[in-house]
């Protein structure tokens, strides 16, 4: 069995003449937490793309090997079948709730497959037979399950678009955490949210990937979330990979603070910041 | 060969109107970001109107037919126009930052208010005249006996819609209306922080729109010799098809498809069947939006995720 | 509830110079102008093709002046009571009172409407055209139950709806005429084809999205009302499909003969016994269409419809087959659609393609949205006013299209989200709240 749950070979993403990522080669261990960090548009966001199914890559390989040692190529799945087949699920930058559904309604999408096979493709979930309900109950529980994981529980009937915010980028996680995925993807999980939500959050991640043994990979600009759970950290700046290795040996390096020096003052200040 | 050649000519006569028509759809599309329904009908009512004006100017005593063709145009470009005007400003200005089915059945209404509004006003039966320009020229004189006519009529509507297209472009690009009007299709909330009035912009291009509409109105009366109450439904959803094909949002564009679905009407009925025309244009709409769905001269979409 | 679309506020110098009677008098003529010019031509010159051929005219500028001065008054009359309404909130005088009664009528209108429905023909056994009636308003109500899976939960704009109408009433026609199948086997087969129209157009224009998808499910309506037309060995063309058999209580025919259902019951024949027959078997479909769309809402591809409807991208993260989603809603539709045209084919005995028209598509489109998307009940309530109202100016003849389409402007800037504005959830652990329709999107397909 592998230990890298995901290994990127030098993948690269072309929209016409611009060239996101160029030849990008990195692997996420099992049962870790990789960060993928970066100034702004260094193609952090079209890699996820790539890896989660969105974007079809220009070239390169993405593979996925499970505990078991099945070995899928995610470059050649699509759409659905990444979270479906490949069991990777994803959250998004911006928010992408059911605003209108309720908090324990975006977490029974979120079992859709699984619901859709015990439902017998609804055939027997329209005469409600025995074994629909069962499964329909035993939904409702990893659903209540997770919602009292992230501390939603007293919202659950609560439309999802009526949550502060931090509650919101919490539920989106729980509902990836739903689809029983080995891989999760999180796409700036702490935009947005105040010292004690990162807090919070952190305390989430660590605990996903303890006691679920979920394998997390992250982009991040929150530098002290970033520096406080990961395990390894990949940095990119304009579509290539310029450093990786341990938190502690990111932030030493200098073309890490040359990038961000370059990019963006105030990142920079927070990668120099999170040294002390 | 000379048959054909005909047949080219008559599609393309065909898809100069439909191409009038599809400015309309296009603008509106470009800027509001909706289908306006009732354009079709718009048309229907420019033709009506120049019917109206046409028969009161020749009982007044009017013979010079330029003179009387100018007051035509004229008259129902104006009144048209303010039909588009009031379309805008009853059915869709309280609907813009609406949920996006309303104004969408907001112009279906509307386009049932037009097509009965001209039902009751003039009557269910279809209202022909007499050809007002004949003659023409022979272009070819096929040895079999089939000549390739090129009527008067014909070159008026060609050179009509060249002269009004030129016109309106150099109106889009060159003009501070204009500008105010791409401004707004690219961001209405900045292009009023920038001190342009959304609101007038947004009511100009349905007046444009509805006096490209109603010239082509026009010309469809003189071309056909007939208007009727109905037939905004089949010639809007034509344009519309034409819009697409050519890209929604370019003008050049929206005449480019509407030569094109000229064309393959024409064409369509000479080689194949009549009954059928209307199938193979809406057939291509489908097609075309499947296989296409930015058009010939469009912008591709990039999804963002 | 306050509407969805709050205009911004004037300033307050802005709203009292915008008060006062010059302004409404400026107004008022402004508008009476507009008119003026707007039905100069078309009301003030009427046309007609007269002897020979050649057009005549003859003038009107009394009904013009007539119009005018009813555009001014009207004028008048709406600027006064948008400043008596407006510094209450607009939004907020008529519909607060009218949510307080739909929150009423959500919990005991829609016991009480079924039994009422149940009892129609009971309480109205003699009145021929209350039953017809109430027959043509169940189709409806059917229909608009039946569009509401696909625009209503799965977010898919359909305007070719009437296509799977007339798929299934054709389906039977031909059937029963051509191979003298009873009524009871083409209900589903009526069913079956149109699900397979349905899933037909869906493969391919699925992509689509948007207004797109509205005007390519419109051109496949049109499609097929011009196949219908023009297939004349197969259709009738446009004289349609004639002598199409009637249903009979499952195989016991309803006539006055020995062998029908009055005779062996020994009672006295009357027409009227089919009528009721045809009540309640359109109340059973509608029915059967409101059972199976509220148990597929519970259950994963209700939920999956409803979540494609809200954020397509989030659905395909979480591993939902958008393609085969959208399928089932279009299939679904279209089978209640099929069932509702067999229906529609047996009880009028007579079909042609003048009554699949690109309107039927609007009216039940208009009664879905009206309803409240989603809403079972505000489809119900819209299909009711809809239909009954156009009866009501069934006198009017010619108007009545008119005041239809002035009807679907004024509803929709009165109420762009419906009657009903707010989503049910579909499961819940401690309360079942609704959910205020401001938050629930409309779908992007």
Same mark, same amino acid.
Request: aromatic share 10%; net charge neutral.
């Given at each position: 069995?592998?230990?890298?749950?995901?290994?990127?070979?030098?993948?690269?993403?072309?929209?016409?003449?611009?060239?996101?990522?160029?030849?990008?080669?990195?692997?996420?261990?099992?049962?870790?937490?990789?960060?993928?960090?970066?100034?702004?548009?260094?193609?952090?966001?079209?890699?996820?793309?790539?890896?989660? #199914?969105?974007?079809?890559?220009?070239?390169?390989?993405?593979?996925?090997?499970?505990?078991?040692?099945?070995?899928?190529?995610?470059?050649? &799945?699509?759409?659905?079948?990444?979270?479906?087949?490949?069991?990777?699920?994803?959250?998004?930058?911006?928010?992408?709730?059911?605003?209108?559904?309720?908090?324990?309604?975006?977490?029974?999408?979120?079992?859709?497959?699984? +619901?859709?096979?015990?439902?017998?493709?609804?055939?027997?979930?329209?005469?409600?037979?025995?074994?629909?309900?069962?499964?329909?109950?035993?939904?409702?529980?990893?659903?209540?399950?997770?919602?009292?994981?992230?501390?939603?529980?007293?919202?659950?009937?609560?439309? =999802?678009?009526?949550?502060?915010?931090?509650?919101?980028?919490?539920?989106?996680?729980?509902?990836?955490?739903?689809?029983?995925?080995?891989?999760?993807?999180?796409?700036?999980?702490?935009?947005?949210?105040?010292?004690?939500?990162?807090?919070?959050?952190?305390?989430?991640?660590?605990?996903?990937?303890?006691?679920?043994? *979920?394998?997390?990979?992250?982009?991040?600009?929150?530098?002290?979330?970033?520096?406080?759970?990961?395990?390894?950290?990949?940095?990119?700046?304009?579509?290539?990979?310029?450093?990786?290795?341990?938190?502690?040996?990111?932030?030493?390096?200098?073309?890490?603070?040359?990038?961000?020096?370059?990019?963006?003052?105030?990142?920079?200040?927070?990668?120099?910041?999170?040294?002390? | 060969?000379?048959?054909?050649?005909?047949?080219?000519?008559?599609?393309?006569?065909?898809?100069?109107?439909?191409?009038?028509?599809?400015? #309309?759809?296009?603008?509106?599309?470009?800027?509001?970001?909706?289908?306006?329904?009732?354009? #079709?009908?718009?048309?229907?009512?420019?033709?009506?109107?120049?019917?109206?004006?046409?028969?009161?100017?020749?009982?007044?005593?009017?013979?010079?037919?330029?003179?009387?063709?100018?007051?035509?145009?004229?008259?129902?470009?104006?009144?048209?126009?303010?039909?588009?005007?009031?379309? %805008?400003?009853?059915?869709?200005?309280?609907?813009?930052?609406?949920?996006?089915?309303?104004?969408?059945?907001?112009?279906?209404?509307?386009?049932?208010?037009?097509?009965?509004?001209?039902?009751?006003?003039?009557?269910?039966?279809?209202?022909?005249?007499?050809?007002?320009?004949?003659?023409?020229?022979? $272009?070819? %004189?096929?040895?079999?006996?089939?000549?390739?006519?090129?009527?008067?009529?014909?070159?008026?509507?060609?050179?009509?819609?060249?002269?009004?297209?030129?016109?309106?472009? /150099?109106?889009?690009?060159?003009?501070?209306?204009?500008?105010?009007?791409?401004?707004?299709?690219?961001?209405?909330?900045?292009?009023?922080?920038?001190?342009?009035?959304?609101?007038?912009?947004?009511?100009?291009?349905?007046?444009?729109?509805?006096? +490209?509409?109603?010239?082509?109105?026009?010309?469809?009366?003189?071309?056909?010799?007939?208007?009727?109450?109905?037939?905004?439904?089949?010639?809007?959803?034509?344009?519309?098809?034409?819009?697409?094909?050519?890209?929604?949002?370019?003008?050049?564009?929206?005449?480019?498809?509407?030569? +094109?679905?000229?064309?393959?009407?024409?064409? /369509?009925?000479?080689?194949?069947?009549?009954?059928?025309?209307?199938?193979?244009?809406?057939?291509?709409?489908?097609?075309?939006?499947?296989?296409?769905?930015?058009? &010939?001269?469009?912008?591709? %979409?990039?999804?963002?995720? | 509830?306050?509407?969805?679309?709050?205009?911004?506020?004037?300033?307050?110098?802005?709203?009292?110079?915008?008060?006062?009677?010059? !302004?409404?008098?400026?107004?008022?003529?402004?508008?009476?102008?507009?008119?003026?010019?707007?039905?100069?031509?078309?009301?003030?010159?009427?046309?007609?093709?007269?002897?020979?051929?050649?057009?005549?005219?003859?003038?009107?500028?009394?009904?013009?002046?007539?119009?005018?001065?009813?555009?001014?008054?009207?004028?008048?009359?709406?600027?006064?009571?948008?400043?008596?309404?407006?510094?209450?909130?607009?939004?907020?005088?008529?519909?607060?009172?009218?949510?307080?009664?739909?929150?009423?009528?959500?919990?005991?209108?829609?016991?009480? $409407?079924?039994?009422?429905?149940?009892?129609?023909?009971?309480?109205?056994?003699?009145?021929?055209?209350?039953?017809?009636?109430?027959?043509?308003?169940?189709?409806?109500?059917?229909?608009? /139950?039946?569009?509401?899976?696909?625009?209503?939960?799965?977010?898919?704009?359909?305007?070719?709806?009437?296509? !799977?109408?007339?798929?299934?009433?054709?389906?039977?026609?031909?059937? @029963?005429?051509?191979?003298? $199948?009873?009524?009871?086997?083409?209900?589903?087969?009526?069913?079956?084809?149109?699900?397979? /129209?349905?899933?037909? $157009?869906?493969?391919?224009?699925?992509?689509?999205?948007?207004?797109?998808?509205?005007?390519? *499910?419109?051109?496949?309506?049109?499609?097929?009302?011009?196949?219908?037309?023009?297939?004349?060995?197969?259709?009738?063309?446009?004289?349609?499909?004639?002598?199409?058999?009637?249903?009979?209580?499952?195989?016991?025919?309803?006539?006055?003969?020995?062998?029908?259902?009055?005779?062996?019951?020994?009672?006295?024949?009357?027409?009227?016994?089919?009528?009721?027959?045809?009540?309640?078997?359109?109340?059973?479909?509608?029915?059967?269409?409101?059972?199976?769309?509220?148990?597929?809402?519970?259950?994963?591809?209700?939920?999956?419809?409803? =979540?494609?409807?809200?954020?397509?991208?989030?659905?395909?993260?979480?591993?939902?087959?958008?393609?085969?989603?959208?399928?089932?809603?279009?299939?679904?539709?279209?089978?209640?659609?099929?069932?509702?045209?067999?229906?529609?084919?047996?009880?009028?005995? !007579?079909?042609?393609?003048?009554?699949?028209?690109?309107?039927?598509?609007?009216?039940?489109?208009?009664?879905?949205?009206?309803?409240?998307?989603?809403?079972?009940?505000?489809?119900?309530?819209?299909? +009711? @006013?809809?239909?009954?109202?156009?009866?009501?100016?069934?006198?009017?003849?010619?108007?009545?299209?008119?005041?239809?389409?002035?009807?679907?402007?004024?509803?929709?800037?009165?109420?762009?989200?419906?009657?009903?504005?707010?989503?049910?959830?579909?499961?819940?652990?401690?309360?079942?709240?609704?959910?205020?329709?401001?938050?629930?999107?409309?779908?992007?397909?």
């Amino acid at each position: 069995m592998s230990e890298h749950i995901l290994a990127v070979d030098r993948l690269s993403m072309r929209f016409g003449g611009i060239v996101a990522v160029n030849e990008l080669s990195f692997s996420a261990e099992r049962r870790k937490i990789t960060a993928l960090i970066g100034p702004n548009g260094a193609g952090k966001t079209t890699v996820f793309n790539c890896i989660t #199914g969105f974007y079809k890559p220009t070239s390169g390989a993405i593979r996925l090997t499970h505990d078991d040692g099945t070995t899928i190529a995610l470059e050649r &799945l699509n759409d659905f079948r990444i979270s479906k087949q490949a069991k990777v699920a994803r959250t998004f930058q911006n928010i992408r709730l059911f605003p209108g559904m309720t908090a324990l309604e975006n977490l029974m999408v979120a079992q859709h497959n699984a +619901l859709m096979r015990a439902s017998g493709l609804t055939f027997l979930g329209l005469i409600g037979a025995p074994s629909w309900r069962q499964a329909e109950a035993r939904a409702i529980d990893l659903s209540t399950f997770w919602l009292k994981r992230i501390g939603l529980l007293e919202r659950a009937d609560d439309a =999802a678009g009526n949550l502060p915010y931090g509650d919101q980028r919490r539920l989106e996680i729980a509902r990836a955490m739903c689809t029983e995925p080995a891989l999760l993807c999180l796409d700036e999980p702490a935009a947005g949210l105040n010292a004690r939500e990162s807090g919070a959050l952190s305390e989430l991640l660590l605990s996903i990937r303890g006691e679920q043994g *979920t394998s997390i990979l992250l982009i991040e600009h929150d530098m002290s979330v970033v520096m406080e759970i990961s395990d390894h950290v990949v940095v990119m700046d304009y579509g290539v990979k310029i450093a990786e290795g341990t938190p502690q040996h990111v932030r030493d390096d200098p073309k890490v603070i040359a990038a961000y020096l370059g990019a963006d003052e105030q990142e920079a200040i927070a990668v120099m910041e999170s040294e002390t | 060969m000379d048959y054909l050649a005909q047949q080219l000519i008559n599609g393309l006569v065909l898809g100069s109107i439909y191409g009038l028509i599809a400015i #309309g759809y296009t603008m509106v599309y470009g800027i509001v970001g909706m289908i306006n329904f009732a354009h #079709g009908d718009i048309f229907m009512i420019g033709g009506f109107i120049a019917l109206i004006s046409f028969l009161v100017l020749v009982s007044f005593g009017l013979t010079a037919v330029p003179l009387i063709l100018l007051i035509v145009l004229l008259v129902s470009m104006a009144i048209t126009a303010l039909y588009g005007w009031t379309v %805008e400003r009853i059915a869709y200005r309280p609907l813009r930052h609406s949920f996006r089915l309303a104004p969408m059945l907001s112009a279906i209404g509307m386009s049932f208010i037009l097509t009965n509004f001209s039902q009751v006003a003039q009557g269910a039966r279809v209202k022909p005249v007499p050809p007002i320009i004949t003659g023409g020229y022979t $272009l070819h %004189e096929g040895a079999s006996g089939f000549n390739v006519q090129l009527s008067n009529i014909q070159i008026i509507v060609v050179a009509t819609t060249v002269v009004l297209l030129a016109l309106f472009t /150099w109106l889009v690009s060159r003009t501070r209306l204009g500008r105010d009007m791409r401004a707004c299709e690219q961001d209405q909330t900045m292009a009023s922080l920038l001190g342009v009035d959304v609101d007038r912009t947004i009511s100009f291009t349905f007046v444009i729109g509805a006096a +490209l509409a109603a010239v082509a109105g026009m010309m469809y009366l003189l071309y056909y010799g007939l208007v009727d109450f109905f037939m905004g439904f089949v010639a809007g959803i034509k344009a519309f098809t034409a819009a697409v094909l050519g890209g929604i949002g370019s003008l050049p564009g929206a005449m480019l498809g509407g030569l +094109l679905i000229g064309l393959i009407e024409t064409l /369509w009925s000479a080689y194949f069947s009549v009954e059928y025309k209307d199938v193979a244009a809406f057939s291509i709409l489908i097609v075309v939006l499947i296989f296409l769905p930015t058009g &010939l001269l469009g912008r591709p %979409e990039v999804e963002k995720v | 509830m306050s509407s969805p679309s709050p205009a911004p506020l004037p300033a307050p110098s802005h709203a009292a110079r915008n008060s006062g009677p010059a !302004f409404i008098l400026k107004k008022a003529v402004l508008s009476a102008l507009v008119a003026l010019v707007l039905f100069s031509l078309m009301i003030g010159v009427r046309t007609e093709a007269g002897p020979e051929g050649l057009l005549i005219y003859w003038t009107r500028f009394g009904e013009l002046a007539a119009i005018v001065a009813a555009v001014f008054g009207g004028s008048i009359v709406i600027e006064l009571l948008r400043q008596w309404i407006g510094p209450v909130g607009a939004a907020g005088l008529i519909p607060a009172w009218l949510k307080d009664l739909m929150d009423f009528a959500g919990r005991w209108l829609t016991p009480a $409407l079924l039994v009422f429905t149940f009892l129609i023909p009971v309480i109205f056994y003699d009145q021929r055209y209350i039953l017809d009636l109430a027959i043509l308003v169940l189709t409806y109500v059917m229909l608009g /139950w039946g569009l509401n899976v696909v625009v209503g939960l799965a977010g898919l704009l359909d305007l070719g709806y009437v296509a !799977f109408y007339a798929v299934g009433a054709y389906s039977y026609a031909l059937l @029963a005429t051509n191979f003298g $199948l009873s009524f009871w086997i083409c209900l589903p087969l009526a069913g079956i084809l149109a699900a397979f /129209w349905g899933v037909l $157009l869906g493969f391919p224009v699925l992509r689509l999205r948007g207004d797109y998808l509205a005007i390519v *499910t419109l051109a496949f309506g049109e499609i097929i009302r011009l196949v219908l037309i023009n297939w004349q060995s197969l259709t009738g063309g446009p004289n349609g499909v004639t002598g199409i058999p009637r249903p009979t209580f499952f195989g016991i025919p309803l006539t006055p003969g020995d062998d029908g259902l009055a005779a062996m019951l020994g009672i006295e024949f009357s027409p009227t016994h089919r009528v009721v027959f045809l009540f309640y078997l359109i109340l059973a479909l509608a029915l059967l269409t409101n059972w199976v769309t509220i148990r597929l809402r519970r259950l994963p591809i209700g939920r999956a419809w409803e =979540a494609l409807r809200e954020d397509e991208v989030a659905c395909r993260a979480l591993g939902i087959n958008i393609t085969t989603t959208k399928l089932t809603a279009f299939a679904t539709g279209a089978l209640f659609g099929g069932f509702a045209g067999a229906f529609f084919a047996t009880r009028q005995g !007579f079909i042609s393609p003048e009554s699949f028209t690109f309107h039927e598509s609007a009216l039940v489109l208009a009664i879905v949205v009206l309803g409240g998307m989603g809403s079972q009940l505000g489809v119900a309530l819209a299909a +009711l @006013a809809m239909i009954g109202g156009f009866e009501l100016f069934r006198g009017l003849d010619q108007y009545r299209m008119l005041v239809f389409g002035f009807a679907m402007v004024l509803l929709m800037i009165w109420r762009p989200r419906g009657l009903v504005g707010h989503r049910a959830p579909t499961v819940f652990l401690e309360k079942n709240q609704a959910i205020s329709s401001d938050l629930v999107k409309e779908g992007h397909g």
